[in-house]
Structures are given as C-alpha cells and as structure tokens.
C-alpha cells in the first residue's frame, strides 16, 4: 500500500512539475478576442505541438496550420470537425495555439485551445461540467508532450553525434592529405639535400681549379 501511495505521489509530482492547471482565458483568433481554455507547460513549444499533433492523428485527424505573411491567425493549428471523446460527444472544430511564454524562457509553452461549433465559439454555450473535461483533457496531455520532448532530444543528440562523426571524417581526410603532403616535403627535402651536396661538389671542384692557377 506504502509504495503503491509513493508511486501515486512521484506521478502527481511529475505531473505538477509538467504543467500547472488548465484554466479559461482569451486569445485573438478571426479579429477578435475569443474564449479558450489555456494552460502553461514547462517544455518547449516545439514538444508541446508535436503532442497535440501526434494525439490527434491518432485519433485520425491531421491539423491544417494557418500561414500567410499577412495572415493575423498565423500559427494556430485547426483540427476541422473532429470528434475528441475526452472533451464532447460532439464534432468540433479546435484550433490550437503554442506560443514561448517569453524570450527568456524557451522552455516554457502557453498552450491555447478555442472549440468552435460552427462560426460560434462553443464555450460560450458550455456548461462547467463540458468545461472541465476540455481542462482535463490539456492537464492529461503531459505523458504525450514528455514522449514528442525526449524524441526531440534523441533527434538533436543524433544530429550533435552526425556532426561530430561528420568532423572527424574531415579531420581524417585533413590527415590523409597532410600526411601526404608531409611525404613530399621529405622527399623534396631528400631531393634537395642530394643537389647541395652536388653543388657544393662542383664549387669545391671550381675552388681547387682556382688554387692551381
């Protein structure tokens, strides 16, 4: 029972740790401020939308990101007519947002999510029980986020090693040509040892010559 209630208690540590608590909130979505469920997590943005993307196709649903140099909605995922057990028994649209909580703390996300029925925002409509569950759902998605974040570190340590092999393969190519070039210059240097002493032959050659005149 003892480790039982330990094992309960490391989760909701590292659970705690993850993220704090899903709350409402508010987001500019389509020219206007709209009602959204929000919640910090303490992981970058790019493992938190790796989530959210990977849960929901494996529910079948790819996410369609809003672009455009103009375009004030850029970055928002939508999730179109999709059917979230965990949240409604109904289809919805939802459109998600992961933004760097500030410049100096690139490992901590805001996570937006809007639920539209239609052209209406459906929280508007919700009551605090539905409410809860779109909460519950975020507060839950932290086993997902920490699986897409230790991905991420296997592909940047992957990418650090294939740089490192890759300069090692230089410097050894480097070698090979150093070490040839270093063959050269002694065989010049021997080369050039023998043509001194047959200069210096032929000057004591030409000295000894002067002497007899």
Do not use: C, W
Not at 171 to 183: G, S
Request: no cysteine; charged share 35%.
């Amino acid at each position: 029972m003892k480790q039982v209630t330990l094992l309960f208690l490391s989760v909701l540590t590292l659970s705690i740790a993850g993220a704090g608590q899903a709350y409402e909130s508010t987001i500019q979505y389509d020219k206007k401020k709209q009602p959204a469920i929000a919640i910090d997590y303490s992981y970058p943005p790019e493992a938190v939308e790796n989530a959210i993307i990977s849960r929901m196709e494996k529910i079948g649903y790819k996410a369609k990101e809003e672009k455009g140099f103009l375009n004030k909605d850029k970055g928002f995922l939508l999730f179109k007519n999709a059917y979230i057990t965990e949240i409604s028994k109904d289809k919805m649209d939802y459109l998600i947002k992961v933004e760097r909580k500030s410049r100096k703390e690139s490992d901590e996300s805001e996570f937006y999510m809007i639920m539209m029925k239609g052209d209406e925002n459906a929280m508007v409509k919700m009551e605090a029980y539905s409410l809860g569950k779109a909460k519950s759902f975020l507060n839950n998605l932290i086993p997902d986020i920490e699986a897409a974040h230790l991905e991420i570190r296997i592909r940047d340590q992957e990418e650090t090693l294939a740089k490192a092999e890759k300069k090692l393969k230089n410097l050894q190519e480097d070698r090979i040509v150093l070490d040839k070039k270093i063959e050269e210059n002694l065989k010049t240097q021997d080369d050039t040892v023998k043509e001194i002493e047959a200069n210096k032959l032929s000057l004591e050659t030409l000295r000894g010559k002067r002497n007899k005149n």
